[in-house]
């Protein structure tokens, strides 16, 4: 998307890190967020991060935040093959946080 | 509890049809959203509601779309006439009231594949 871009694809071998980059252009983004979209499946949120953190980390997932040059990025730890799937970035803000505004989505392949 | 779900998964009309896509939220989540993602694109927001009211209708493309939401339990989409530049995938999603708990974490369906001929 025009205010929230993304490389299109990544490929990575099994056990390797993976990580997927994002940017935004919207400085009063108040949230940030990472879905994973399997075939056939809808959305999972994976995880979000509030625009006033740095870093969020949950199990294999680190979430690192640079509000200053507007970049998100999420790294895999030990990638598995189960990580193959489309992941988006988008950002909303407080006034309707429901309301995001997404990237065109990083096709993962992980590769045994 | 059931998920987001989503009707018709897969639907393919001519251009001139009406389809109309329907969306069940899940139950006891006030807001529900439109969203779509054409020609695999960035997913777009449609619009917004709250139980039956219609709180950000700002992303609809034009009125040919038409959003209900009757009762503020489920919620249809229809397209009328549809066009070839509306093909893609249409999601609802919904999240319960988030007050001032901050992010409001959405539930996504599968998603509805609209492909106009």
């Known amino acids: 998307g025009e205010d929230v871009e993304q490389s299109l694809f990544l490929s990575v071998r099994e056990g390797d890190s993976s990580v997927i980059n994002c940017t935004y252009t919207?400085?009063?983004?108040?949230?940030l967020y990472w879905y994973k979209q399997e075939p056939g499946a809808g959305l999972q949120l994976l995880t979000y991060?509030?625009?006033?953190?740095d870093m969020k980390q949950d199990q294999r997932l680190t979430v690192l935040l640079n509000k200053k040059d507007k970049h998100l990025s999420l790294r895999i730890a030990d990638t598995q093959t189960g990580d193959s799937a489309i992941y988006f970035c988008?950002?909303?803000?407080?006034?309707?946080?429901?309301?995001?505004?997404f990237g065109d989505g990083t096709t993962l392949t992980v590769k045994p | 509890e059931a998920g987001v779900t989503q009707f018709p998964s897969h639907s393919v009309i001519e251009k001139g049809q009406t389809v109309t896509l329907r969306c069940d939220p899940i139950?006891?989540?006030?807001?529900l959203y439109w969203y779509r993602r054409v020609m695999g694109k960035e997913i777009k927001f449609l619009l917004h509601?709250?139980?039956?009211?219609?709180?950000?209708e700002s992303g609809m493309p034009n009125n040919r779309f038409l959003a209900e939401r009757t009762g503020g339990t489920y919620s249809t989409l229809k397209v009328q006439p549809a066009e070839l530049e509306d093909s893609g995938v249409y999601f609802c999603?919904?999240?319960?009231?988030?007050?001032?708990?901050?992010?409001?974490?959405?539930?996504f369906g599968a998603g509805s594949r609209l492909t106009v001929l």
């Open positions: 139950s006891g989540h006030d807001n």
């Open positions: 991060i509030f625009s006033n953190m």
């Open positions: 919207d400085s009063s983004s108040t949230y």
């Open positions: 988008a950002e909303s803000m407080h006034t309707n946080a429901g309301k995001s505004t």
């Open positions: 509601f709250v139980k039956e009211s219609k709180q950000d």
């Open positions: 999603a919904s999240s319960q009231d988030w007050g001032s708990s901050g992010a409001n974490v959405l539930t």
